[in-house]
């Protein structure tokens, strides 16, 4: 198979070759980026268009973790229970890695196209994801972990608001708080040790560009900063120095995050010029 071939009119039925959607999604992707084609080639048509919200099954996805979303939602509303928070947390982090793992099949299909590939040296992978998330990153669950238990140790042990006490809460939004790393760990470790999925200089390029995004698009850890904050966890240390100190946590990871994604959209605004298909 020529892989620089445009990725039509291949029958998309077939194993190993990308769909109509994910042709469209990849057309739309690099035109947002400055670059005009009719037919991406096959490799960045499996890439590009395995990461668009409305590829293959994502669909789907999104009305199961929307009914779980709903019901979650109403079960808390009905019954008191601990951790309403980290549960939606952790149906946020379940849908991202779904479409992560779709993702990556279809990158495996790619790289049978191109042949087995070094991963790239650690410090030029990091590079290429960016500080800015990794130090975002690195706070979001150090200083959250810190948070969790803080909260832990200043919460009173006799049952406040709630039927149970302050200290099962914090338990239920610490576990939270480590599946969201583990889920971020899932796609932080492949951007910095997967091999390059090139063919040519052109795509290349892509890759970095997908390295840098993902992290991003599957895990914006930031999110889970929320589990760590006081007023979720134990609502009678607000105002406090504990809220306080929540405060300054949550606006630095968001500050930190934001500030890298602003950084990445500007950095890969426009591709350069080369052979991305016809």
């Known amino acids: 198979m020529i892989v620089r071939e445009p990725a039509l009119p291949v029958d998309p039925r077939l194993p ?3 769909t109509v959607l994910e042709v469209g999604s990849a057309r739309k992707w690099l035109a947002r980026r400055g670059v005009v084609v009719w037919l991406p080639t096959r490799l960045l048509a499996l890439r590009l268009g395995g990461r668009a919200l409305g590829g293959r099954g994502v669909p789907a ?6 009914v779980l979303w709903t019901v979650d939602a109403r079960l808390f509303d009905v019954v008191d229970l601990p951790g309403r928070t980290a549960s939606g947390a952790l149906i946020f982090a379940a849908f991202q890695v779904v479409r992560w793992r779709r993702a990556q099949s279809r990158d495996q299909l790619a790289e049978h196209l191109t042949g087995a590939a070094d991963p790239l040296p650690f410090r030029l992978a990091a590079k290429r994801v960016g500080w800015w998330y990794l130090s975002s990153t690195a706070l979001t669950f150090g200083g959250g972990a810190a948070l969790c238990a803080a909260s832990f140790l200043a919460s009173p042990g006799q049952v406040t608001r709630h039927w149970y006490a302050p200290s099962v809460a914090i338990g239920v939004h610490t576990l939270a708080l ?36 993902d992290p991003y698009r599957f895990a914006p850890s930031a999110v889970y900063a929320v589990l760590a904050m006081p007023i979720f966890v ?18 630095t990871v968001v500050a930190l995050q934001l500030t890298g994604w602003l950084l990445v959209r500007r950095r890969h605004r426009r591709l350069p010029p080369g052979f991305y298909g016809r």
């Open 16 to 18: 190993g070759e990308p």
């Open 61 to 66: 996805f999104l009305i199961v973790f929307a």
């Open 178 to 213: 480590a599946a969201g790393a583990g889920a971020t760990a899932l796609v932080l470790g492949r951007a910095l040790r997967a091999p390059v999925l090139a063919e040519d200089a052109t795509s290349q390029v892509v890759d970095g560009v997908l390295r840098a995004e």
């Open 234 to 251: 134990v609502d009678w240390a607000v105002p406090g120095p504990l809220g306080r100190a929540g405060l300054v946590y949550l606006g």
